[in-house]
């Protein structure tokens, strides 16, 4: 019967669902972390009578046709590049991007990362990074007698030094762009690889056309929704049960057939 691969594949296809709803509630705290949506799609059909064949000698064609699909497979899990909250920190080496945009990290394997998590540290050299100690790109350096920090709208870092007058510059924050964000290969550590999906990278300063502006002493939180994410919970959740339903009727209808005498 054909009906139970059909429901096979519908629960493992929901399992799966499951899975990528589960990591985006895991993450919902997660900064600047983008909740991820599972896509199926049919199978291949099982064509008994192809539709437009011909019915009769006369040229009569059959209109519709009869086929049998044979389930569901999962087809992508693509990432939403949705804008999240912003959360105020008051620190003042936290910065969230609003708009386009990722920050350029710089790995130790000497590829470039992009995240949006802006959860910045200095490290004894008084460089930006990381949490995970990894650089900023392009290098910032904050010097020791620094006694405050200005981060502006358009990625400028401004620093106040005992004895200035005026603040001085050391440095420009720049931010990476994808023609297909999606396509990014995400590796963890709220960091994205380049793919040949996503595109090329194309870099410039916050604030300019096609980037966002930077915030100083906020972050983006996750933008999952706890509320839809718990509504696709439920929905995956009687989809994998009504599958099973399909199963087992499937068995009781094979268990009828052997018992008649």
Known sequence: ??????????????????????????????????????????LIYQNIDRPGSTSSDAGTTVPSGLQLGLGVRSGAVYRMHGQGAMRITENPLDMAITGEGFFQI??????????????????????????QGYLVDPGITIPADATDIDVNASGEVLVSQPGAVTPTNVGQLQLANFINPTGLESIGDNIYLESQASGAPT???????????????????????????????????????????VISTSDEMLQSVSQLR
């Open 106 to 131: 710089q790995l130790p394997n000497g590829n470039t990362g992009y995240t949006r998590d802006g959860t910045f540290q200095i490290n004894e050299n008084g460089e930006l990074v990381t949490t």
């Open 203 to 245: 870099t410039g300063n916050p604030a300019s056309e096609e980037f966002g502006t930077l915030r100083q002493g906020a972050l983006e939180q996750s933008n999952v929704n706890v509320v839809e994410e718990i509504t696709e919970l439920i929905t995956a959740q009687r989809a994998y049960e009504m599958n099973s339903k």
């Open 1 to 42: 019967m054909r009906s139970l691969d059909i429901g096979a594949t519908g629960m493992l296809a929901q399992q799966m669902n499951v899975d990528v709803i589960s990591n985006n509630i895991a993450n919902m705290t997660t900064t600047g972390f983008k909740r991820q949506r599972a896509a199926f799609q049919d």
